[in-house]
């Protein structure tokens, strides 16, 4: 069985400062490694996903991601965040399939 | 939203009562999937749709069922709706991208409180 493990419900940060959201997935075989935000009202909204070669993974509006195998993370990253960043976001696991399997979600609170 | 639409947007129902979710593509993708949200949860799939006629339950199927009688629409049904399936609703569809691999996209979501 795959899983994904989000451990903070809530990540505040001020505006401008650098924004981490922590993923640790457990899946057998090699995992294909996503991250979707969701906006208020919306549907979930594709930002980057990982299936192989370089461990940083580059995404829409900034975002980046690092996997790390030793460590079974998918650690989402910005180098500045906008109070614009603010939203839920969701780490996702497969495993060479179609069926993703969520983390739980993690709210992102960007201070002016 | 991917060429992703769902209806109806919101739904209040009694419990008992049968409810239809429809999502409609206009892409022809051979993926697609229903997912619940919840608070805490994440998403979780509830069926999921490998082409017409051809589905398969996925985590949490107790309770609905779908179908799948052209390439475009995927039909989620709550036969006797209960109060632990109110929930927001998300379909979704595989996309394959140009290096081979498959990329999920979401529709905007039906809200459904069942009372």
């Known amino acids: 069985a795959q899983s994904v493990a989000q451990p903070e419900d809530q990540v505040n940060v001020a505006e401008g400062n650098p924004l981490t959201v922590k993923c640790t997935y457990s899946v057998s075989g090699n995992p294909y490694l996503f991250w979707y935000v969701q906006y208020p009202n919306r549907g979930l909204q594709f930002l980057l996903k990982?299936?192989?070669?370089?461990?940083l993974v580059k995404g829409s509006y900034g975002f980046e991601a690092e996997f790390n195998k030793s460590q079974t993370s998918f650690h989402l990253k910005k180098p500045s965040a906008l109070v614009s960043d603010s939203a839920l976001y969701f780490c996702?696991?497969?495993?060479?399939?179609?069926?993703?399997?969520f983390g739980g979600g993690t709210r992102v609170l960007v201070k002016p | 939203d991917a060429g992703i639409t769902q209806s109806p947007r919101h739904k209040v129902t009694e419990t008992g009562t049968p409810v239809t979710l429809r999502c409609h593509q206009t892409?022809?993708?051979?993926?697609m999937y229903w997912y619940r949200q919840d608070p805490g949860h994440g998403l979780r799939l509830i069926h999921y749709s490998y082409g017409v006629k051809d589905t398969d339950k996925g985590e949490v199927s107790d309770g609905y069922s779908v179908s799948r009688s052209k390439t475009e629409d995927f039909l989620l049904t709550l036969e006797s709706a209960t109060s632990s399936q109110t929930s927001v609703y998300f379909c979704a569809i595989s996309v394959t991208s140009g290096d081979s691999t498959d990329t999920q996209y979401f529709g905007p979501g039906t809200r459904l409180t069942v009372l």
């Open positions: 990982y299936i192989t070669g370089d461990n």
């Open positions: 996702a696991v497969s495993a060479a399939g179609n069926k993703l399997t």
């Open positions: 892409e022809n993708h051979r993926y």
